[in-house]
């Protein structure tokens, strides 16, 4: 729905003061990084589409070119780490053609290929992000008359992060099945993070034609530069001429998920925040393999429901836990960083939290969900009642109003979603004869009140006695 609602229905919750989209908090987007030429906005729906769309070229080639002095009878291995992947006997009939050729027939890799040639032995990675630095590759050619080593001739060019970066949403079982994707040439910064997602809620649609709309932003940040810290708390705070990270979703009314690879950048940026963040969640996930834990995360909760429930405690299939000590776990729930860890041979989130240890995920898309669904319920009625005619102003029509928050929060209390505790609701509305000459001249409806209590969820059990008695 047009973000302009805000101008006929002004529903605010507790910290909202900003103008918002009714939108679903079932949706996601992912801001990565493509050297991609062109690449577009765009909404994806498997792994394959997001690979296909940003991902470019890459060739990472090296090469083993063996010198001869005297051949003689023996074997000469290829190996990457402690797997053999080729070899080759000689003997003193052996040449330089006649060993590689030999190699590149024996040659045997699930990440790379080998062509010979008279003098050499090519080896290319065959998938884009498949390492191809010469020190993972070792020759053994003692007593053959043969030597040299594979060196690296071409790095090619990194994958792009968008593609990994989305690899856990689309991995998890219980992933929505939809994903803006937003690519940028480098990491955001101050000067660009708003104007980046502000150009994506602007689209509407894509080039296919599907609407692009999202509530959860995902970013990731990969470095162990502590040199970086500063820039990133400046991203997420914005400075007197830019609108950061954390204001730019108070505003829009989003929810950003900020994750980081490296735990002394991720503790360096949250000690260093002039304030704790309420729209912003930080993760922390080492994996060597890129998986993310914040896109799991949000794909497990927008495939099920993010507002019922917790954001903790929540077993993922796609990321590993990360080895945590009980000091870094303190740590971590002290700074309100969320992370993977296993406990008593379970693997969980902890601790569902944003940038404060004292506000949870859940509680903040809960309000946000009231929000939306009472403005677009108000809305509607607007539009609906007495057959289209419209509400009337008198005591009849005011009640149809509070009618319509009641009903949002009967739905928000029901079992299928337990947003909202049992019996802590109240709605009220003005008399019409109490209401000013001033509002009823321009047909506004002043004074709908509403109160309610947030359905927590129990995360720690502190102390639970267990006496003997006779």
């Given at each position: 729905m047009d973000r302009l609602i805000d101008e006929i229905v002004k529903v605010s919750v507790s910290d909202a003061i900003a103008a918002a989209t009714p939108t679903s908090v079932n949706t996601a987007a992912?801001?990565?990084?493509?050297?991609?030429?062109?690449?577009?906005?765009?909404?994806?729906?498997?792994?394959?589409?997001?690979?296909?769309?940003?991902?470019?070229?890459?060739?990472?080639?090296?090469?083993?070119?063996?010198t001869l002095t005297t051949a003689d009878n023996g074997t000469v291995t290829i190996k990457i780490g402690e797997e053999t992947v080729a070899s080759a006997a000689t003997d003193v009939s052996s040449t330089v053609e006649s060993l590689v050729s030999a190699l590149a027939k024996s040659f045997e890799s699930g990440d790379y290929t080998a062509v010979?040639?008279?003098?050499?032995?090519?080896?290319?990675?065959?998938?884009?992000?498949?390492?191809?630095?010469?020190?993972?590759?070792?020759?053994?050619?003692?007593?053959?008359?043969?030597s040299g080593s594979?060196?690296?001739?071409?790095a090619g060019v990194e994958p792009a992060s968008i593609v990994s970066d989305t690899k856990s949403f689309f991995l998890e079982a219980d992933n929505p099945g939809r994903l803006v994707c937003i690519p940028v040439a480098a990491d955001p910064t101050v000067a660009n993070i708003a104007s980046v997602l502000d150009a994506a809620l602007g689209m509407g649609k894509d080039a296919n034609g599907r609407d692009v709309d999202f509530y959860n932003v995902i970013l990731r940040i990969d470095t162990s530069d502590a040199d970086d810290v500063a820039n990133i708390i400046e991203m997420i705070e914005g400075d007197a001429s830019h609108t950061g990270l954390e204001d730019w979703c108070k505003e829009n009314f989003r929810l950003a998920h900020l994750e980081f690879t490296n735990r002394t950048v991720a503790q360096?940026?949250?000690d260093g925040l002039a304030k704790p963040t309420t729209r912003i969640a930080y993760y922390f996930h080492s994996e060597s393999t890129g998986k993310s834990l914040a896109a799991a995360l949000v794909a497990d909760r927008c495939g099920n429901d993010p507002a019922r429930g917790t954001w903790a405690h929540k077993t993922l299939g796609s990321v590993v836990a990360d080895a945590?000590?009980?000091?870094?776990?303190?740590?971590?729930?002290?700074?309100?960083?969320?992370?993977?860890v296993k406990i008593a041979g379970l693997e969980r989130t902890?601790?569902?939290?944003?940038?404060?240890?004292?506000?949870?995920?859940?509680?903040?898309?809960?309000?946000?969900?009231?929000?939306?669904?009472?403005?677009e319920a108000i809305?509607?009625?607007?539009?609906?009642?007495?057959?289209?005619?419209?509400?009337?102003?008198?005591?009849?029509?005011?009640?149809?109003?509070?009618?319509?928050?009641?009903?949002?929060?009967?739905?928000?209390?029901?079992?299928d979603h337990r947003y909202v505790l049992p019996d802590s609701t109240d709605v009220t509305v003005p008399k019409y004869a109490d209401i000013s000459a001033e509002d009823?001249?321009?047909?506004?409806?002043?004074?709908?009140?509403?109160?309610?209590?947030?359905?927590?969820?129990?995360?720690?059990?502190?102390?639970?006695?267990l006496q003997v008695v006779a």
């Open positions: 992912v801001l990565g990084v493509t050297t991609k030429p062109q690449a577009k906005t765009q909404v994806l729906y498997d792994q394959a589409s997001v690979a296909a769309a940003y991902e470019t070229g890459v060739d990472r080639v090296l090469e083993y070119a063996p010979a040639s008279a003098t050499k032995l090519t080896i290319t990675a065959k998938k884009m992000g498949t390492a191809a630095n010469s020190d993972i590759f070792s020759v053994t050619s003692s007593g053959t008359g043969f594979v060196s690296q001739t071409t360096g940026v949250i945590t000590t009980k000091a870094q776990l303190v740590d971590a729930q002290d700074k309100g960083l969320n992370v993977y902890y601790m569902g939290t944003t940038g404060s240890n004292k506000t949870f995920i859940d509680e903040v898309v809960k309000k946000d969900w009231l929000k939306f669904r009472t403005q809305f509607n009625l607007l539009g609906q009642a007495n057959n289209g005619d419209g509400v009337d102003y008198n005591d009849n029509g005011i009640q149809a109003v509070a009618a319509a928050v009641t009903s949002i929060f009967n739905t928000a209390m029901d079992n009823k001249a321009v047909r506004n409806l002043p004074d709908v009140k509403a109160t309610f209590s947030i359905q927590a969820s129990i995360h720690t059990v502190k102390t639970v006695e």
